[in-house]
């Protein structure tokens, strides 16, 4: 297999030999470019692709601990820390310190959150749907299958 990657301006190719079959670079390359589709259909809102992430899945798991977010998102613990806060800041998460528990520090969206995310929802999901137009719905969805099986994620209705 030597797959090569070419220029769209110049027309210019890149062989890549056996890295053609690395995942590690082809999850790489293919991270770039969601990234950059992200900014590009969503960076008007200030906010980076991991950021908008964490306060998704904060709105749907609502009092979750930080830490729990943070490892299954694989997200450092101390820029996980730095993320929140910034949430918090911006008036879109609070932190509860539950009396039980003063270690454990669980997240939510503030009214204002849950009015953010709403309001992005509908951009969002059209930016899903943008990611998806490289690939006919089969292989979107063969493609997904093998990766939440090999990140160890459960299938979930």
């Known amino acids: 297999m030597n797959a090569r990657l ?7 190719t890149i062989a890549f030999g056996e890295l053609s079959a690395s995942l590690g670079l082809m999850l790489r ?24 992430t964490v306060l998704w899945v904060i709105g749907l798991n ?16 101390a820029h996980m820390t730095k993320l929140v806060q910034r949430a918090v800041d911006r008036g879109l998460v609070e932190r509860i310190i539950p009396e ?10 503030t009214p204002e959150g849950e009015d953010f995310v709403a309001a992005r929802k509908p951009d969002f999901l059209t930016h899903i749907s943008r990611e998806h ?3 006919t719905p089969d292989e979107l969805g063969t493609l997904i299958a093998i990766l939440q099986k090999f990140n160890g994620l459960e299938h979930s209705p």
Do not use: M, N, W
Request: proline share 5%; net charge positive.
């Open 6 to 12: 070419g220029d769209t301006t110049g027309g210019e």
């Open 29 to 52: 390359l293919a991270q770039v470019r969601l990234f950059d589709g992200f900014y590009e259909d969503l960076g008007q809102h200030g906010l980076k692709p991991g950021e908008f």
């Open 133 to 135: 137009s490289r690939l």
């Open 100 to 109: 039980e528990d003063r270690r454990s520090v669980r997240l939510r969206l």
């Open 62 to 77: 609502p009092e979750a601990r930080q830490g729990l977010i943070a490892r299954k998102l694989r997200i450092k613990p």
